[in-house]
């Protein structure tokens, strides 16, 4: 498959992480999107590489793009510390366990949008949320999940939690 696709809400309060996330080949359009991420940048919306520690990029290689406005140095903290850590030991922690084959690290990218809540504040909660968003969005994109029956079976009964 060219593109693999994953999404997952974890959390709380202003700290609450939504990933939603793109998983393909370096020549396939989830290379072409990462490499448009970083190559087409704006004011508030920079996107970056996730790194587990500065010149220690996770693979497969993983852009991360903000899904809020960045407007101030705290909130790019947010994002360039307890956001780009989590989202990247969150890909490192899927190749170490089986999720994505290690074989396949070095051809593949993700492109993973991160939201953080203008509001946000604990950095403790942004890496722990983010982290687990991140492994779930993941391990469904790499799983095909959810399942169309699934879908199917439980769509007129769902409630989201913003438009109840």
Known sequence: MSMYI?????????????IDLLIGSKD???GTAFANALANQSAGHTSLLAVIAPNVVCKPATVMITKVTI???????????????AVAKAVADSVAD??????????LVI???VFIH???KDNAKIYEFNYAATKEAIQRAMA??????AILAQK???KHPIFE
């Open 28 to 30: 396939g359009p989830v």
């Open 71 to 85: 407007k101030g140095m705290a909130q790019a903290a947010q994002m360039f510390g307890p956001a780009q850590k």
């Open 156 to 158: 007129d009964a769902l």
């Open 111 to 113: 492109v993973c949008g």
């Open 118 to 120: 203008p509001a946000a």
């Open 144 to 149: 095909g999940e959810p399942k169309i029956e």
């Open 6 to 18: 994953g999404e997952s809400l974890v959390g709380e309060g202003n700290e609450i992480a939504h």
């Open 98 to 107: 089986g999720i994505i084959p290690a074989s396949q690290a070095d051809n």
